[in-house]
């Protein structure tokens, strides 16, 4: 029986839906729910990978049935948070570190507020194509008014 698989890395969403840019204040106001909802990604998806784990070393073991159900189970858990932060209107860019972007604007053109589980606030930015490794202090980012 063939566990399914699933990534560290949270697929591109094209879901049709208007882009909500975030002020630095507006961002930094949501950690509180945001740091929530991806503490429960981070703890699902570890037990996701633990599950996997579990299937890939005795796929045809009689506990296999079992595991694979709460596999499924926990998968679907999963998708539900990042559907949540989704509709926040923030991007998951990693599952194991829970680093997420919020879109906002830096001189009048569209960058990523950069911000990842256990930080107390939102200390850095980038530009869309740098990713994390381009990523600039907060006190550098100009927001348009």
């Not at 999963?78 to 926040?88: F, G, K, P």
């Not at 923030?90 to 009048?108: E, M, N, S």
Request: proline share 6%.
């Amino acid at each position: 029986m063939a566990a399914p698989q699933f990534s560290t890395f949270p697929p591109r969403n094209n879901r049709s839906r208007p882009k909500r840019l975030f002020t630095l204040n507006e961002a930094n106001r949501s950690l509180p729910l945001v740091a929530r909802i991806v503490r429960d990604i981070v703890n699902t998806h570890s037990r996701a990978s633990q599950l996997q784990a579990k299937l890939d070393e005795s796929p045809t073991s009689k506990d296999a049935a079992t595991a694979l159900a709460q596999l499924e189970e926990t998968l679907g858990r999963l998708q539900d948070y990042v559907d949540e932060l989704i509709a926040i209107g923030v991007a998951l860019k990693d599952y194991d570190t829970g680093l997420i972007d919020f879109p906002a604007q830096h001189q009048g053109h569209d960058v990523l507020l950069c911000w990842k589980l256990g930080e107390e606030k939102i200390d850095y930015w980038h530009e869309l194509h740098t990713g994390y490794a381009g990523r600039q202090p907060i006190a550098t980012l100009e927001e348009s008014d």
